[in-house]
């Protein structure tokens, strides 16, 4: 279920871009989350950390909503893995 990936992904925004997590929503863009073109590049990073998948900056940019982001990491993990298992 993309709900984990999402989750992670608010972890990550949290921990270690200092989002308040009472502006992350799933339809926020990651600009106005205040991420801006090295963060994104930082935070595609991490994706390839934390769920061993690539994310490009063709998939995922400043006007990508947290929602798409976890979609797009989602659909690139096998079925057990976008589940939590």
């Not at 279920?1 to 990651?30: H, N, Q, W």
């Amino acid at each position: 279920m993309a709900s984990t990936v999402y989750e992670k992904l608010v972890g990550i925004l949290d921990e270690t871009f200092r989002v308040e997590p009472e502006v992350i929503r799933a339809d926020a863009t990651l600009a106005e989350l205040e991420l801006d073109s090295l963060a994104v590049a930082e935070l595609a990073a991490m994706v390839q950390d934390e769920f061993g998948v690539r994310v490009s900056g063709q998939e995922v940019g400043k006007d990508s909503t947290l929602g798409e982001v976890a979609a797009v990491i989602g659909a690139k993990l096998p079925s057990a893995a976008v589940a939590g298992g």
